[in-house]
């Protein structure tokens, strides 16, 4: 065999093993994206589900027999949450400060928390630290998986 024939085996080896380092690479980064996306694809339906729960709620407590009540009847702020440990959550604010560890089968511990805040009627943006006809419901879902947590938020409104 002369030196050319040796140097192209060489370079073909060469090329070989770059695009076999190449391609073994690629599917590395295509199996971490995909389980990346399982990931956050399972926090946004964990948040979704919560939130879908709260829909079925009350808006106050103040209206759970009867749809319409004054401002001044309404849960102030500083009520928010559930009454004790045993009561049932029957109504949007009872979810603030709400916390849960939920395992799913391709990642685990997925913390869902959840905070209930009056928004003012004009910009719900805004919060408000007094009643009013608005609740805004933020579920934020975070994992040792997750680079960045999964945040949907809601307004609830009760005119």
Do not use: W
């Not at 946004?44 to 709620?57: M, Q, V, Y």
């Not at 805040?117 to 997750?146: E, I």
């Amino acid at each position: 065999m002369s030196n050319i024939q040796s140097m192209l085996a060489l370079g073909a080896m060469v090329i070989l093993t770059l695009t076999s380092l190449r391609f073994n690479g690629s599917l590395l980064e295509s199996t971490t994206a995909e389980m990346e996306n399982k990931v956050y694809l399972t926090a946004f339906s964990l948040a979704d589900d919560l939130i879908e729960e709260i829909k079925n709620k009350a808006f106050d407590e103040a209206t759970k027999n009867f749809p319409v009540a004054a401002l001044s009847s309404l849960t102030p702020p500083a009520g928010f949450g559930v009454p004790t440990k045993t009561s049932p959550r029957d109504d949007i604010d009872d979810y603030n400060n709400y916390s849960n560890t939920i395992s799913a089968p391709h990642a685990e511990d997925y913390l869902v928390t959840c905070a209930v805040q009056y928004v003012r009627n004009d910009n719900q943006n805004t919060v408000s630290t007094v009643q009013t006809y608005y609740k805004r419901v933020t579920v934020s879902v975070n994992s040792p998986f997750l680079r960045n947590p999964v945040s949907l938020s809601f307004i609830f409104s009760l005119k």
